[in-house]
């Protein structure tokens, strides 16, 4: 018998969002229950016109600008759409499409500007650049702003190495954190798993939240309005 999937699998999934392995499990998955086939091509086709709704929605006016190694977004891209999709189906937000979006997305202009000073830095990688760069738009923001600041730094996939206790920039994290008590560290616990199933020694810092999926973190924020940098 196959194994059941769980809720987030499935969004992450449409959303290409997981690994070779875990997309091949949900394939076979697919393949013995036509009603969960059918399931994720509706998914497709509702996040194909969520992303319309969406791309419509204006960036703050004092949104950073973009850099060439990270992308700033507020609620438009397919990883945040995809995302958003999920926790709304979730809700029962089926029914607020069927009915119409605009009311839903007013609602999410004015959590943009509630939460105009609350930001994702969102990293899946462990390459050194990538990593640098990540403690370095934490900094930017902690540093250029108030205690109004708020910024969480959520990994998944390789990019749970930063948080890793032997990982080469710890002093310079935990500098950040001992500095800024506004900044908070969450780690994909199914990322952390998938290394040790792989035979890894990963243990994270002591201040790392890693109690959930890093994209059920990441979905709370963005239904929240936080802004998300993608690096």
Not at 114 to 132: R, T
Not at 171 to 190: I, K, V, W
Request: with cysteine; proline share 4%.
């Amino acid at each position: 018998m196959a194994k059941k999937l769980e809720s987030y699998q499935i969004h992450a999934y449409v959303d290409g969002q997981l690994s070779r392995e875990e997309c091949l499990e949900v394939e076979m998955a697919m393949q013995h229950d036509p009603e969960l086939e059918q399931h994720i091509c509706q998914l497709r086709g509702l996040k194909s016109k969520l992303k319309e709704v969406y791309n419509d929605i204006p960036l703050p006016k004092n949104a950073p600008l973009k850099t060439e190694k990270s992308k700033f977004s507020a609620f438009s891209g397919s990883m945040a759409a995809s995302i958003i999709l999920g926790m709304f189906l979730g809700a029962g937000a089926l029914q607020l499409y069927l009915h119409g979006w605009q009311e839903s997305v007013n609602v999410l202009q004015e959590q943009q500007q509630v939460a105009s000073s609350k930001y994702i830095i969102h990293l899946d990688s462990d390459d050194p650049k990538k990593e640098l760069l990540a403690l370095s738009e934490a900094q930017k923001l902690l540093s250029g702003g108030g205690p109004e600041v708020q910024v969480d730094m959520i990994s998944n996939y390789r990019g749970v190495n930063l948080f890793e206790v032997n990982n080469p920039n710890r002093s310079e994290l935990e500098g950040l954190l001992n500095q800024y008590p506004n900044l908070t560290l969450y780690a994909c616990h199914r990322a952390i798993q998938r290394a040790l199933d792989r035979g890894e020694k990963i243990k994270m810092l002591p201040q790392v939240v890693q109690d959930k999926p890093g994209i059920d973190t990441l979905a709370e924020r963005l239904i929240e309005g936080w802004r998300y940098i993608k690096i």
